[in-house]
């Protein structure tokens, strides 16, 4: 189907989004971030609305004339490339690795419309902050941002994606339910997990196993989809 319906959580009813009217920093730059899934967004809602007022906005989005790039389907490693490309590090280690990473396996997103992939907000770049120090490895990773349940999103980036969205309705989410914020327990957990390992890597010198970004430099590793899997190759 090139018709599906999708939803942004927001503190305001937003029937026209606008083109370039966001934040260069977000995970895939300027544009406009909404999700298929209902319950993400009323959590989005909850988490970036005013405490007084939450809004979930639905859409429907036309894509069947837009170019998508789906980064699910390009490897974990692409996804935090993008993300490292646009909202950068807080560390000069993780940057200087970072940027190597966004050399290496970021995709040239010049020619979308879209991008999907999944969401990471300002709380769970700790999680990728810990894969650039070599603390946790591309399968945790993914596991950590699973077990957030963030969900995926798909932004709109170009101005054809723009003029292929169209407003329904809104409505908003009620009280009660924006204080039954799971996503806050899921933080804790995440939060949680990470400082254990830090610890484990400094008081008992733990090796953090398998894929971590200092394998994904020093080798010029290729996604294999079916199987999801990385190989040794040539990019």
């Known amino acids: 189907m090139s018709r599906i319906k999708v939803y942004h959580g927001s503190d305001h009813i937003i029937r026209n989004p606008e083109y370039l009217g966001g934040r260069d920093d977000n995970d895939y730059g300027?544009?406009?971030?909404?999700?298929?899934?209902?319950?993400?967004?009323?959590?989005?809602a909850a988490l970036n609305g005013r405490p007084e007022k939450s809004i979930v906005n639905v859409y429907e989005l036309d894509t069947k004339e837009l170019h998508v790039l789906d980064l699910n389907d390009r490897g974990v490693l692409a996804w935090i490339a993008e993300v490292i490309a646009n909202r950068g590090t807080n560390q000069e280690a993780a940057a200087i690795v970072g940027n190597r990473l966004v050399e290496l396996y970021r995709v040239d997103s010049g020619q979308y419309d879209i991008i999907k992939?999944?969401?990471?907000?300002?709380?769970?770049?700790?999680?990728?902050e810990a894969f650039l120090l070599n603390q946790i490895n591309v399968e945790e990773v993914e596991r950590l941002f699973y077990k957030g349940s963030l969900g995926n999103q798909i932004f709109l980036k170009s101005e054809k994606a723009f003029a292929s969205i169209l407003w329904q309705t809104s409505y908003e989410v009620q009280l009660e339910e924006r204080n039954k914020d799971e996503d806050v327990r899921a933080r804790r957990e995440v939060s949680k997990f990470l400082q254990a390992r830090m610890k484990a890597i400094?008081?008992?010198?733990?090796?953090?196993?398998?894929?971590?970004?200092?394998?994904?430099?020093?080798?010029?590793?290729?996604?294999?989809k079916e199987g999801n899997y990385y190989e040794a190759g040539r990019l």
């Open 30 to 44: 300027n544009g406009f971030y909404t999700t298929e899934y209902e319950d993400r967004a009323r959590s989005w």
């Open 117 to 128: 992939g999944y969401r990471a907000d300002d709380s769970y770049t700790q999680v990728i």
């Open 202 to 224: 400094l008081l008992e010198g733990y090796e953090v196993s398998g894929i971590t970004a200092q394998n994904a430099i020093r080798n010029t590793l290729i996604y294999q």
